[in-house]
């Protein structure tokens, strides 16, 4: 079994896309903000949301289900009681990686989570991780 420091490293340093359901079109939201930052340091950023048709500059897709490539990395910034349908979601769509920022958390979501195979991790905030890490995207 991997620490979750292990496994934060994992994915940062396996993935150079990041899918955000929840992502914010407002700037002083950590949902907008973690994106941004996350974008700035190299990362692609496909965001979910169904009310906003752009964010951070890229083209917003109302759920999991729309986004038309293969889904690697999902980041949620959900409430803890939405997270076992996103992780339903996301394994639906074929993702192999399901990350809740800081403050969200599920026993149900990381069970879905990881009988599914996928690495995951549960109340860390990628730029916190992304700093203490050191660590950049992973290069096609």
């Known amino acids: 079994m991997s620490t979750t420091d292990e ?3 994992q994915i940062l340093s396996r993935y ?3 899918t955000v359901v929840g992502a914010s079109a407002n700037p002083a939201k ?4 973690v994106p941004a ?6 990362w692609r950023i496909i965001p979910v949301n169904p009310h906003a048709d752009e ?3 890229e083209k917003v897709y109302r759920t999991l289900a729309d986004v038309p490539e293969q889904v690697g990395l999902v980041d949620v910034f959900r409430p803890s009681q939405d997270a076992p349908e996103v992780a339903r979601q996301a394994v639906a769509a074929g993702a192999t990686a399901l ?6 958390a599920s026993a149900e979501a990381r069970a879905i989570a990881e009988d599914a195979g996928l690495l995951y991790v549960e109340d ?3 730029i916190i991780e992304q700093r203490r890490t050191g660590l950049v ?3 096609s």
């Open 16 to 18: 150079d896309t990041i």
């Open 7 to 9: 496994v934060v490293e």
């Open 99 to 104: 990350w809740l920022q800081l403050g969200i």
């Open 37 to 42: 930052y996350m974008q700035q340091h190299g």
């Open 30 to 33: 950590a949902a907008n903000e």
């Open 55 to 57: 964010i951070v500059g």
């Open 124 to 126: 860390r905030c990628l």
């Open 137 to 139: 995207p992973a290069t």
